[in-house]
């Protein structure tokens, strides 16, 4: 059973910062490129940063300098701290794991942290 778990999401004022954490449940998570999402009222869901299993990164351009994405394999988490934090940040985010074995392409999807952030 695959689970990820989303925290970290709360109200900040703008310029603030919050960190939001993924807990990952299963034997997957090394192998697995990690992702931060986000969807704002009636827009489509977004890729924030992902993450490889090499460690690589990558970034919206809304988001380069000041959102940084990194996981820690030990503990099957991955993070995503956000400073400078703006308005149009506001939404909930989520957490995705892909991986592909054996042909077979797996993805999951967390439930979901809201973010607001006050101006």
């Known amino acids: 059973q695959v689970q990820l778990v989303e925290s970290g999401g709360g109200l900040v004022q703008a310029g603030g910062s919050l960190r939001l954490s993924c807990a990952a449940s299963?034997?997957?998570?090394?192998?697995?490129?990690m992702g931060w999402y986000r969807q704002a009222p009636g827009k489509q869901r977004e890729l924030v940063a992902g993450i490889a299993s090499s460690g690589s990164t990558n970034y919206a351009d809304s988001v380069k300098g000041r959102f940084t994405i990194s996981r820690d394999n030990a503990k099957n988490t991955v993070y995503l701290q956000m400073n400078s934090l703006k308005p149009e940040d506001t939404a909930v985010y989520y957490c995705n794991a892909y991986w592909v074995v054996a042909g077979i392409t797996y993805n999951h999807w967390g439930q979901g942290t809201q973010v607001t952030v006050s101006s």
């Open positions: 299963g034997s997957f998570f090394s192998i697995s490129s």
